[in-house]
């Protein structure tokens, strides 16, 4: 039986604790689809998360001596992800002190001046420069040139952004994919940083090992988006994930200090651009699709009649934007996926003020018009308390909401 998706606290600590994330699901749901596809799957299979986020999926599938591809357009998610890599542990333990001599020596000797007025906002001027200086340090130091996302290196970035988080003194709102900005008034000497970079980088050393065997599966990620991914046709043989959710949740911007120093502006805007579920608008589109299915068009021609401001001029293009990129993401899966080969998707249904967005059934619906032979609900959760409930305001529209999160399965 496939087991629920939510999160149990055991999995809010340890590498689940690293990034500033919240929408992972459960690795006991991963572990139980593992198990009813495990006829299905050898040693060469390959298990695909399109939306890999904080990387579960790639975590539970190198547990079970599984190989996984994660695949996720936000550049610090995909480098957290990859970090959580078994391959590097041997060489983490045997190599990392001098490597971080080095690294440290770099980045303290450096007298480089690096145009960081994009961070302004958020950090002090004389902090983000040694921040940055460390980063091209690591670079520097570690560069090697993959088209994945390279694990070793993932690594000590992720150490960064989790200290960065750490001495910047952020701390989180109510609303945890909104990025709350501190007065930038941080002041502290490189030794400063240099501690707190050693201490969190033997913790999450020890978090790693904790979690991983000797026998375990390869986990590569790619920084990509899962409309066009680098994956070659029919060779997925497994697909775990979860689809961005539809709740005016936008994963760049509760990402948005790590993303401004990993790439600064521009690319921060082209991820958010890219990100499907983002809040900005990106395209004018207003009408939907007829391969989206009915349910789909149903919802957007209640949205384009309804009365409230705004509906017609932010909102329908903001979900049509959802909806495109999810159907673009469904082709894609369908390119990569082997024939007879299943894909879960966790998904939860979601409400524009009075009118239901039922987004398990639109993803069936629109799975079935691309040419999957089945898509079927195989769980449904009703839950207590979803991101939907942080705007109050919605509640207004309807009392008796119910939000559900179901498990459908998709075959080729
Ligand atoms: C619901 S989360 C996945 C959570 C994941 N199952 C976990 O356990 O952490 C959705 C992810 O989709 C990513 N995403 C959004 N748009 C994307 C796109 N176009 N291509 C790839 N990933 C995207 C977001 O950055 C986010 O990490």
Redesign the pocket.
Known sequence: MISSAK?TAYEKGSVHSWHP?Y????EFF?DSVLKIESGRLTQNSIIL?????????GVVCQKNGLNCVG????SS?AIF?ASKSSKILPKLKSESTSILNRIFARAKKSRKVYDTSHLDEIMSSSFTLKMTRLLVAIEDELHTETLRVEPFISFFKSVLLVSNRQLMGYKSGSNPTWFKKTPPTQCLPFATIEKVYRQNFDSMLYDLEEIFSLNTGSFSVYE????STPVADNSVDLVI?????LTR?D??VS?QVELLLLGGAKKYRS?RE?????TTIFSQRKCGDRSWGKLCNEVISAINSHSSYSSQDYYIKNKIQYFD?SYQ?LLELYRVMKVEANAYL?IQNSYYKEIPIPLPEIYMQMAKAIGFSEAVCERRDILKSTMAHINVKSKRYEKNKIYYEDVIRLKK
């Open positions: 999160r994330y929408a992972g699901y459960s991963v998360d399109p939306w890999v986020g904080s990387g579960t999926t695949i996720d357009v936000n998610m992800s990509s988006s899962s409309v994930t979860s689809p961005p959710y949740i994963y760049a990402t991820i890219n990100t499907i579920g983002t990129g993401s966790v």
